[in-house]
């Protein structure tokens, strides 16, 4: 789900277009972690998916299936959680829509967080 609402609709490497600059996102020239919304949103509105602190996701982290997928499932369980978006330590290419990275449940750093996000309840 995090590819999915990074990309929001989009099949460009960020959810802006192909290329990337400071302005797009927050990178390593920046050296800290910003608040959000100090940048441009998708175009599902969510902002700050490319750069500023890697997300932990829920998915525990192994190989992808060879050949074409379409949200291919990870595993059942395993020891390193996936992080997605890059952060304003790393480069360009790890805040593409499709980047991942892992670390063990316990890793704690400044350029790593996680998203919140609230759906509205379903009407009764």
Not at 72 to 89: I, N, Y
Not at 96 to 121: I, K, M, Q, T
Request: proline share 6%.
């Amino acid at each position: 789900e995090w590819e999915y609402a990074c990309r929001a609709g989009t099949t460009t490497a960020y959810s802006w277009g192909s290329s990337i600059a400071t302005s797009n996102y927050s990178s390593s020239g920046i050296s800290q972690t910003r608040d959000v919304g100090q940048y441009a949103a998708n175009p599902w509105g969510f902002f700050d998916m490319h750069g500023n602190v890697w997300e932990w996701t829920a998915d525990w982290y192994g190989n992808y299936p060879t050949g074409a997928v379409n949200n291919p499932v990870g595993p059942a369980d395993g020891s390193l959680r996936v992080k997605r978006g890059g952060s304003w330590l790393d480069s360009a290419i790890d805040a593409r829509s499709a980047d991942r990275d892992w670390g063990v449940p316990a890793y704690s750093d400044a350029n790593l967080g996680f998203r919140l996000s609230l759906r509205p309840p379903a009407s009764k």
